[in-house]
């Protein structure tokens, strides 16, 4: 301490906070460097704790690094327009040899896409993500993509596909993304759909089976198959069966298939426990909404369980996740019994601005 006082050091109460003429800087790759204003020299040591730190994460969302004429690295914050030579991550600095954490990272209802995102580079990974044009589903695809995954909505509508990749390029212009048109109440359509992806020549390493109807009347499919049966499920199912080739390719590599919590209050079992096929795609007779909507979201449950045990070996991995009780959104669109109750419970509700990630946007469906 008293080589410290005689230097001029201790002046401070924090030995985290520099001495008068020191500047904190960050080189490229992310490691923190000092430099000594008034004797003109650089050190990777920290002069008061004589640490070596380096930033942790990517920059938060909407700033990008540059480099000078001088090769000196700056910052450009696009959603502020303004550019600082300060790191903005120098807040969230460790140790060069940091002791591994015993504290794990938890989120909660409150918790955005954003946050859970903050710090990660996506960097070369490629998403698709189905029924993303609004909601939640558009929530997911924009965060991702403003961390740098390259992501395909693919959505029934392309004229709607089209305008949320403007929404997602007016915050980022260099974000990467495109539309592609899927109508999975056809299973044609989902098979040209692939065959346009894999014409692209690239890796699949996040595939969000996020799209669904709910409450829709009945009617049946091109394929002849009841609309919510195969749009919630069979067309994802056929959709990752066309693509399996793909994932194994770009392993470690991941599916998510979006369930409910729903699926618990249905069955798809006759009495005597063996599967009853005409229960998944029932006659009108035989239809109501709540319960073929339960069975779907049980079917992809039972199917993401499945795809689990047979790929994961090969490095890819299924999960199935539940959106959420308390998001509105659009599911109430398709009868207006759901719109009132939607309605009504409206102010108890959160915004779609605040819903947790991989979670997915309920669309409307009219029969051809």
């Not at 040591?45 to 990517?58: F, I, L, M, N």
């Not at 030579?85 to 504290?103: G, H, I, M, Q, S």
């Not at 949320?164 to 390029?169: D, E, G, S, T, Y």
């Not at 470690?252 to 006759?270: C, G, L, N």
């Amino acid at each position: 301490m008293a080589a410290l006082k005689y230097a001029g050091l201790d002046d401070t109460d924090s030995e985290e906070e520099l001495p008068p003429g020191w500047e904190e800087r960050t080189t490229k790759d992310g490691w923190v460097y000092y430099a000594n204003h008034l004797e003109l020299k650089t050190q990777w040591e920290h002069p008061k704790s004589g640490k070596r730190k380096r930033v942790a994460g990517g920059l938060p969302y909407g700033w990008e690094q540059e480099t000078d004429e001088n090769g000196q690295v700056y910052f450009v914050d696009h959603i502020n327009k303004r550019t600082t030579y300060l790191d903005p991550r120098l807040a969230f600095t460790v140790e060069d040899n940091p002791v591994k954490p015993t504290t794990r990272q938890k989120y909660d209802g409150n918790s955005t896409a954003m946050e859970i995102l903050q710090g990660r580079d996506l960097s070369g990974k490629v998403v698709i993500i189905t029924g993303a044009n609004s909601g939640i589903g558009f929530e997911t695809a924009k965060s991702l993509a403003l961390h740098g995954a390259y992501v395909i909505l693919a959505c029934r509508n392309t004229s709607r596909g089209n305008d949320a990749v403007q929404r997602i390029l007016g915050e980022w212009h260099k974000a990467k993304v495109e539309a592609m048109t899927l109508d999975l109440a056809s299973l044609q359509s989902v098979q040209h759909f692939a065959e346009a992806f894999k014409s692209k020549n690239v890796p699949l390493h996040i595939l969000i089976c996020n799209a669904a109807v709910f409450g829709a009347p009945w009617c049946l499919t091109e394929d002849d198959l009841e609309s919510t049966f195969q749009v919630n499920h069979l067309g994802h199912f056929y959709l990752v069966q066309l693509l399996e080739d793909v994932l194994r390719r770009s392993s470690p590599a991941r599916v998510v298939m979006v369930s409910s919590e729903s699926h618990r209050f249905t069955e798809i079992k006759d009495s005597s426990g063996k599967l009853d096929f005409s229960l998944l795609s029932p006659s009108k007779k035989e239809y109501w909404a709540m319960l073929a909507y339960n069975r779907s979201k049980l079917c992809n449950i039972l199917f993401s369980n499945e795809l689990n045990r047979r790929l994961s070996p090969h490095g890819v991995t299924s999960n199935s996740v539940h959106p959420g009780n308390m998001i509105y959104s659009s599911i109430h669109r398709n009868w207006w019994v759901y719109t009132l109750l939607f309605t009504l419970a409206r102010p108890f509700t959160k915004s779609m601005v605040h819903s947790p990630d991989f979670v997915h946007e309920k669309q409307s469906f009219r029969c051809p």
